[in-house]
């Protein structure tokens, strides 16, 4: 099959490609440095020729909900319109588990763009998992006043192989909607987390644990982003993902 990755070059995007070369299926990459711009459209048309999937992994990362919602919406409209031109018959996108219980940050984005796919008039699926065992090392790496810091919650981190897996599985397949949510085997403490990660890549001194504020850091302490008893679980643990770190 052909399938198209908006954001193939980013973290989540490296890893559906290999996932779908490995199989043997046709890849193009849409993402700025290939010259698509997916906010304004400017670069799109024809790159969907002949795709039968168009795996959406694209992202902005930002806290501000303007910001987000624009880059989303814009994204989106901009893919479901190139892919209704070219006949593309099946738009999928990877979104968060319980997005809807902290909308007024990153996450408006993510609802917008769920929104606008489910209204749209292309088949499509809409995949949500919980964090990436990669979180960790994202909160570890965005410091607070020049300093690191462990931000508690608590999360049930998941494995980004086993996503992009998931993803291609979802992608040769037909329309489902709304997929199962797709969460890691157990939960964790997220300040716990960041603190081995930190250690793992040689870190030493203190790594105080802050509260993040807002709706989000609620939602993270309160268990809101954690998947429910319907959801599906995977199998490597966020203790496997480090062991397999190869700076750790
Ligand atoms: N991190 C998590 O724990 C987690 C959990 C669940 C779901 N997700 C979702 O996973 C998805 C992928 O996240 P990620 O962290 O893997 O992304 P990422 O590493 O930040 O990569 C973003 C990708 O989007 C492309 N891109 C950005 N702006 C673009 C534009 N205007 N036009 C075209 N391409 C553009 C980038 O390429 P260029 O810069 O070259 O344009 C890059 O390929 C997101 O939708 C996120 O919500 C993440």
Redesign the pocket.
């Known amino acids: 099959m052909r399938f198209a990755i ?8 490296t890893h559906v490609e290999a996932v779908a070369r490995g199989r043997g299926h046709e890849v193009v990459l ?5 010259g ?4 304004s459209g400017a670069g799109l048309d024809g790159r969907l020729d002949g795709v039968d999937t168009v795996i ?6 930002t806290p501000k909900p303007e910001v987000s919602v624009s ?1 989303f919406a814009g ?1 989106t409209t901009h893919l479901l319109a190139a892919e209704r031109a070219a006949g593309v018959s099946h738009h999928l996108a ?3 588990v319980n997005a809807d219980a902290a909308p007024d940050g990153y996450y408006a984005g ?1 609802l917008a763009q769920e929104r606008l796919i489910a209204e749209g008039d292309v088949p499509w699926t809409i995949q949500r ?4 065992h ?2 960790a090392a ?1 909160m570890y790496h965005r410091t607070h006043a020049g300093a690191h810091v462990a931000p508690t919650g608590r999360v049930q981190p998941v494995s980004l192989h086993e996503v992009a897996t998931l993803l291609v599985d979802l992608a040769e397949g037909e329309p489902v909607g709304r997929a199962t949510d797709f969460g890691g085997p157990r939960e964790e403490s997220l300040a716990d987390i960041v603190r081995r990660y930190a250690r793992a890549i040689g870190h030493h001194g203190p790594l105080p644990a802050i509260d993040m504020p807002g709706t989000l850091g609620r939602a993270f302490r309160s268990g809101a982003l954690l998947p429910g008893p319907e959801a599906r679980l995977g199998t490597q643990t966020f203790t496997q993902w480090l062991d397999a770190l190869p700076d750790a």
């Open positions: 908006a954001g193939g070059t980013g973290m989540t995007g849409l993402s700025r440095g290939g698509v711009d997916l906010v959406d992994v694209s992202n902005i990362t880059f994204a990877l979104t968060i993510k998992t919980t964090q990436f990669e979180y994202m």
